[in-house]
Nanobody
Framework: QVLLEESGGGLVQAGGSLRLSCAAS????????MGWSRQAPGKERQFVAA????????YYADSVKGRFTISRDNAKNTVYLQMNNLKPEDTAVYYC????????????????????WGSGTLVTVSA
């Protein structure tokens, strides 16, 4: 089993920054990729960013390109999401995920094949 624990959410004013962390643990953690998705009230869960753990290749939603950066520290089994120039539209619960043995894909603006998910951390951006 894989446990994902997010941290770093909170309240920030527009234009500010936050860094989210996701620590993975478990005896059998061997995911090839991890990612972040978010869900705002009344909306579908939306892909934000993902990273291949082996080579560090990154993927971003158009809405966050240039503002958010995903990174990883494999020694700590941790991924980060640095969020800069936050906007009220970024307000959402942010979920960390990790892929399973079948791998993952991005289709229609959502992550597919992520078998493990954290419980989420709330980010609120005030105007």
């Amino acid at each position: 089993q894989v446990l994902l624990e997010e941290s770093g959410g909170g309240l920030v004013q527009a234009g500010g920054s936050l860094r989210l962390s996701c620590a993975a643990s478990g005896r059998t953690f061997s995911s090839a990729a991890m990612g972040w998705s978010r869900q705002a009230p009344g909306k579908e869960r939306q892909f934000v960013a993902a990273i291949n753990l082996a080579d560090g290749w990154t993927y971003y939603a158009d809405s966050v390109k240039g503002r958010f950066t995903i990174s990883r520290d494999n020694a700590k089994n941790t991924v980060y999401l640095q969020m800069n120039n936050l906007k009220p539209e970024d307000t959402a619960v942010y979920y960390c995920s990790a892929d399973g043995p079948k791998g993952w894909s991005l289709l229609g603006g959502s992550l597919r094949g992520m078998d493990y998910w954290g419980s989420g951390t709330l980010v609120t951006v005030s105007a």
